[in-house]
DNA sequence: CGAGTGATTGAAGTGGGTCAACCCTCGTGG
DNA sequence: CCACGAGGGTTGACCCACTTCAATCACTCG
């Protein structure tokens, strides 16, 4: 007998049980009440005063699916908005003029994407669904209008973009380590970022394949299989396939040399 | 004999020639006019009307100067403003809880720095002189009070921001090339850049050490050392420690597959 | 002039890449 | 309902680009 995946972990039951009590038709456009989001606490800053939260909702913000496997940004495009996503997981990347994929990042709930095109008004990276997901549309002439109004949301943004650089200096420094080292810095994060929004941090189903692992971590996919198997063979994770168990954090934590603060 | 670095090439006659007629006491703090700056056309882009220059001058800038080696940013210290390199060069770097460190980029003239610390209102990077600098300070304040005025300014913090993402996913490509493509990279990167501030890009005096370009492209200093040595016998480039010339362009474009529009 | 920092060069070692064979799982269509 | 094919994953053997260690050299600055 086999175990359906959306019993298992990450993000379907959750997602329904949501849905019961916020109907919105899956990829219909509607104006949205920011406030009964259940992405609202990760989304928006804590800081955010509920009066400001009501000038959040005086822009129009719509909903979009997103396939598994289809792309939401196209490297290229123009840029007219950017997007949070409230359900589903995305991968970023850019492709170097010889061709190469790299990838940059992994979204998840609560994540924007899209931000980079604010510049050029062009994006510069693709974000493609690796499950089933849905996002939040915000238009960009709506942003340019808040900032001016709510100096909260100014530095919202501002600290959006400034993630982004913090994600990407840190990405930097992963390159300079070991494979064991970036693979177990990268389930670090990952089980972090799921116990944040209230998954299980210690069991899991990966949503992306060796190779995506590989082109974010900069290896290959043999390498990321052998540093599994590695990783398995000491103790420190249970892995078959895309089902993931980390069974010793401390071990993880003595490989990255980073204990995560709770 | 030995030749005066300070008239090889880069900077200095180029400063000098300003200081007659801009005479800034060196580290000096008073109002600055933006409209009279040298570097104003790297500084505010193009697209600002003199209009909104004006508005720019409402702002009080001051001006530092930091000696060769000093920092002017520590990771950790309090954000309260902004820089922009006038004259000089800097590099930032972040250094990991292990204690590595790595370089994040080289800031010429017009280039910002500190521009990470908007969100958590902290500097996570290190910006260190490595020669003789000058830079201006503008005041966060003052940057979320024109961001409300001026929509035109908003867009130009967005796209430093911006520029500096791109930075980052451009780095990230670079570490998976080869060693020589990296160089080769780094050398056109870095001509471009003094290209368009004026200076020769065929001569140069580096400003940084063998160790800190091997920082910057993920190499140990003996594999950069190395490579400018096969670099050098193939013809590409002459190189005597820090001084370089470029001696064909179009082998250099042939290496890194990127041919740069003139 | 001598110490110290930065750069070059050689020799030997190694982590991850490359190539290749094989396995498992799942979806599709006969 | 089973066969088959494709995509994803594992594992082994070998290779090579870069690292590591070490010796030596070249400037520069008290």
Excluded: W
């Excluded at 494979?179 to 299980?200: C, D, H, M, P, V």
């Excluded at 899991?204 to 599994?228: A, D, H, N, P």
């Amino acid at each position: 007998m086999t175990i359906d995946k959306h019993n298992i972990v990450n993000s379907s039951y959750k997602r329904d049980k949501i849905r019961m009590k916020n109907p919105i038709v899956a990829g219909g456009k509607k104006k949205i009440n920011c406030n009964s989001c259940h992405t609202r606490e990760y989304c928006l800053p804590q800081s955010m005063s509920a009066n400001d939260i009501d000038d959040v909702n005086s822009i129009v913000i719509t909903r979009k699916s997103i396939k598994k496997g289809q792309s939401l940004i196209r490297a290229g495009s123009d840029f007219h908005s950017i997007y949070t996503v409230r359900t589903g997981f995305f991968k970023t990347s850019i492709t170097s003029p010889s061709g190469q994929e790299h990838l940059l990042d992994f979204r998840m709930t609560g994540d924007s994407l899209g931000l980079d095109g604010i510049a050029k008004k062009v994006h510069l990276t693709d974000s493609i669904a690796l499950e089933d997901s849905n996002v939040c549309i915000i238009q960009y002439q709506d942003i340019e209008k808040m900032s001016k109004i709510s100096t909260v949301f100014l530095n919202h943004i501002f600290n959006l973009m400034s993630k982004e650089l913090n994600r990407e200096n840190y990405n930097l420094l992963m390159l300079q380590m070991n494979a064991e080292e970036r693979l177990a810095r990268f389930l670090q994060n990952l089980t972090q970022n799921l116990k944040i929004r209230g998954y299980s941090p210690s069991e899991l189903l990966l949503r992306m394949t060796r190779v995506e692992i590989g082109q974010y971590l900069g290896l290959k996919l043999e390498t990321i299989s052998r540093t599994f198997t590695k990783l398995s063979k000491s103790g420190v994770v249970s892995i078959n396939r895309r089902h993931l168990q980390i069974l010793n954090l401390e071990a993880l934590e003595k490989i990255t040399g980073v204990t995560h603060k709770t």
